[in-house]
């Protein structure tokens, strides 16, 4: 679905002082993947979130998105319909004062008939579960409702994958729930492509492939089990593994017939308790 | 504490007033304001206070609403007709002390005044009462869009209020966590004179205003995102159309106005 | 010394249609030197009772006293706010000078110090929160790093030489890195400063890792305090209020349900793994 192809990508690119922030980076995401990208500020993750819908051009290296390369001119609107974005900050995406005008916002730019837009809007309200507030003032409701909101404006456009650069970051426990929840349902029963940024390695667990970023390149890739067993080289990146899995690894060390790998709770209390 | 306030004071409701279309109300409004200068007696502005009177009963709004909008211009209906009753001359004298005199020309021209004021005011606020936020702008749009080959970027300009409005609410909110952030600080809004004061909000503006040009920068990045290119090609999810009835009610208002203006009042 | 509160209750836009009783009877106490975890919901009244504490609220009835003072209309809120420093959410969103050492000298400038003192002040405050003093005094806090902007704002506050220190979220939007270092710079600063420190926060685990008690609000009251160890054995209770409780307390609960004898109140990795060859230790004396 799309491909990084050895992209370099540099800041202020004319300058002297110019700062690369991506390395030679390759990749490719397969349709109906949720993919993970960690890394702690400063690894290159939002700078490549923004190359895979053509908000930034690699100077090096290109990005194809169902084979259209995203500095491409001409394929530079249709590119941005296939690949959604929703960012950090849940206020500074909402452009509306009500809620369903927000979201009709991308359908409108995309020049759709009325009547359609119309049900785009329902139905991408529905698929966030925000169907009811969609008369409410966008700057009444919770910071996890608001991203709501924006991931049912990115929705609206239909697109085929959705990025999302650091998500939960502004929120509190309860709105992170919600928008994880979210998301993964929508991978899980819409079939949507997820890139999901960010650097809480507990969402992580639920992706099926998670690529770790360290001063501009990925430098560990692989299913949440394989990357979370390499707890050592995690910790000297400075990240964090999740408690249970540092545990279980302490344990295995210790003696007890425990795998590497254990992820959550549940497979902890089952590991333990045959 | 700023979350309660709704911007545009939009009154929601479904009377013929609040379905009118928004250009047809521009209108509207702009002939009574026309009027409202072309009548000059006691018997014009009676009839125009009914007829605003009818309006806010047709769209259900309560009164105390209307009044509560006045608050902010006691001051200047006062002064308008203190000023007249003391400044303006003419007719019999009402009272006398030395050299300041009341006379009745001044009494009425400063009643007048302060009427015609009252219905000014409360009869545009009806306007933003009976008509939500994005259906003006969107009516601003539609009014300035034939200027377009003249170079009036009108859909920018709809663009640009709608935004705007849709952040009022969350300014304020940043504004008064930034306050108490400065307050914290040591940092004093209340006390000291002007030139103090203006110094004080120093602190209060620079955040604000950078965090503004920050969020101005985000939301450009997400509008590109959802592929926002301008107002060409752009469609809207509710259109209202201007029907026979809006039409109706324009001329029938133009008219009952020209009859108010041919009675001589 | 430090805070008390007695029957402290707070309601907002009193008799209009906003009203809300954020605050209803809230007692507590807070010691010199002690570093409190203040935990709970958005909504459960967190922020509103810590902006009591350095009278930008003030109780509508019930008392409260902070370092001595008591928070009336009467109170002498200059004296307040320089004995408690409170930094927001976010605190790097209220930098506004020129260069950094002016903006952290913003501060003690304010409580009437002359500039030479502020300006000293300024430079340990930065030291303090562990930024270069070279690299970073002459610069624009906005050439900076988030993590550096925010610590530049935590340096603001510090300089005006608090008493009791209250961050609210000090480490929201960091990476782990980030957290970690700031954790263990407000740790070592609560030493070297002598300070009482509240820290307001959602993450269980982080507060727990490096405070004395821990203080769980809900709708408004105290729902329940006491050591970390005391509040986590408290944890089906927590989430039944829809708290997050820390991975760790949720694994011992779960085993716990399924009928294992084992220690519930773990803080951290360690003391899981010694709770766990507990348990097995006493099974296999059991078989």
């Known amino acids: 679905m799309i491909k990084v192809e050895n992209v370099s990508y540099y800041y202020q690119a004319g300058d002297e002082k110019r700062i690369q922030a991506l390395k030679d980076v390759d990749m490719t995401i397969e349709e109906g993947e949720f993919v993970a990208i960690i890394g702690h500020n400063g690894s290159g993750k939002s700078t490549l979130a923004k190359l895979f819908n053509g908000l930034l051009i690699p100077q090096e290296g290109r990005v194809l998105v169902q084979g259209q390369a995203t500095n491409d001119e001409d394929q530079y609107w249709s590119i941005r319909q296939q690949v959604g974005m929703v960012f950090q900050n849940p206020d500074n995406q909402l452009i509306a004062t009500v809620v369903e005008e927000d979201v009709a916002f991308g359908p409108e730019n995309l020049g759709l008939p009325s009547e359609e837009i119309l049900e785009r809007v329902e139905q991408s309200l529905s698929q966030v579960d925000m169907l009811a507030f969609r008369r409410h003032a966008p700057h009444l409701l919770s910071g996890g409702q608001k991203q709501r909101i924006a991931i049912a404006g990115i929705l609206a456009m239909r697109p085929k994958c959705l990025v999302l650069d650091e998500p939960t970051a502004m929120l509190d426990p309860r709105g992170r729930r919600e928008v994880l929840e979210t998301v993964r349902r929508l991978n899980r029963e819409d079939g949507m492509t997820v890139l999901w940024i960010t650097h809480h390695m507990d969402e992580a667990v639920h992706a099926h492939r998670v690529l770790v970023m360290e001063g501009g390149s990925v430098v560990l890739q692989g299913t949440p089990r394989q990357v979370f067993r390499q707890s050592q080289q995690l910790q000297q990146l400075n990240l964090d593994v999740p408690a249970v899995t540092r545990l279980g690894q302490v344990l295995a060390q210790d003696g007890y017939s425990l795998p590497q790998d254990i992820l959550t709770v549940e497979e902890m209390v089952k590991a333990l308790c045959r | 504490m700023f979350k309660g306030i709704t911007i545009g004071q939009y009154y929601p409701g479904d009377s013929f007033i609040h379905k009118l279309e928004p250009k047809i109300k521009i209108g509207l409004i702009t002939a009574y304001v026309v009027f409202l200068f072309l009548l000059d007696t006691a018997y014009g502005y009676l009839a125009m206070m009914l007829l605003t009177l009818a309006v806010i009963f047709i769209a259900r709004l309560p009164l105390k609403l209307l009044l509560r909008g006045l608050r902010p211009l006691y001051f200047i209906i006062a002064f308008t007709l203190i000023l007249h009753i003391f400044f303006t001359k003419g007719g019999d004298i009402w009272l006398q002390w030395g050299r300041i005199s009341v006379h009745s020309q001044g009494v009425l021209t400063g009643l007048m005044m302060a009427w015609r004021l009252i219905l000014l005011v409360t009869t545009t606020s009806l306007l933003t009462l009976t008509t939500s936020p994005i259906a003006l702008t969107d009516a601003i749009e539609g009014i300035l869009s034939p200027l377009r080959p003249i170079g009036v970027p009108a859909h920018e300009l709809a663009m640009m209020m709608t935004i705007a409005l849709r952040f009022i609410p969350t300014l304020l909110e940043e504004a008064e966590k930034i306050m108490k952030a400065q307050m914290a600080r040591g940092a004093d809004f209340e006390s000291g004179n002007l030139i103090h004061r203006a110094k004080a909000m120093i602190p209060l503006l620079v955040p604000l205003f950078i965090s503004s040009f920050r969020r101005a920068d985000d939301l450009a990045l997400a509008m590109e995102a959802r592929c926002y290119r301008g107002g060409k090609g752009r469609t809207r999810m509710r259109v209202q159309k201007v029907t026979g009835t809006d039409w109706l009610t324009l001329a029938g208002f133009v008219s009952v106005m020209a009859v108010f203006v041919w009675l001589g009042l | ?140 806090p906005f050439e900076l790093s988030g993590g550096q902007m925010r610590r530049v704002a935590i340096a603001g506050v510090l300089a005006m030489e608090p008493e009791v220190l209250i961050l609210d979220e000090p480490t929201a939007g960091l990476d782990p890195k980030s957290r970690n270092e700031l954790m263990e710079h407000l740790r070592r600063i609560h030493k070297e400063r002598d300070l009482t420190l509240v820290i307001v926060s959602h993450s269980m685990e982080e507060v727990a890792a490096v405070a004395h008690r821990l203080l769980v609000m809900d709708k408004g009251s105290i729902f329940t305090q006491g050591t970390p160890r005391q509040v986590f054995s408290r944890g089906e209770e927590l989430r039944a209020i829809g708290l997050d409780v820390p991975p760790l307390t949720k694994l011992m609960l779960a085993l716990q349900r399924q009928g294992v004898d084992v220690a519930t109140d773990v803080l951290n990795v360690q003391e899981a793994r010694a709770a766990i060859q507990q348990w097995r230790k006493g099974e296999n004396t059991n078989v």
């Open chain 3, 1 to 140: 010394m430090s805070i008390t509160a007695k029957d402290l209750t707070h309601t907002y836009s009193p008799g209009t249609t906003w009203e809300a009783t954020a605050l209803k009877d809230v007692n507590l106490t807070i010691d010199d030197g002690e570093i409190i975890g203040l935990i709970g919901h958005t909504g459960s009244g967190k922020s509103t009772l810590i902006q009591h504490f350095n009278g930008l609220l003030r109780p509508t009835s019930g008392a409260l006293t902070v370092q001595g003072i008591e928070v009336t209309a009467h109170a002498n809120l200059r004296k307040l706010r320089q004995k408690v420093g409170l930094v927001f959410q976010y605190p790097e969103h209220q930098l506004f000078e020129e260069t950094v050492l002016a903006d952290v000298a913003f501060g003690p400038k304010n409580l009437g110090l002359p500039q030479e003192d502020s300006l000293r002040r300024a430079q340990t405050a930065l030291a303090a929160v562990g930024l270069e003093l070279d690299q970073v005094k002459d610069r624009s």
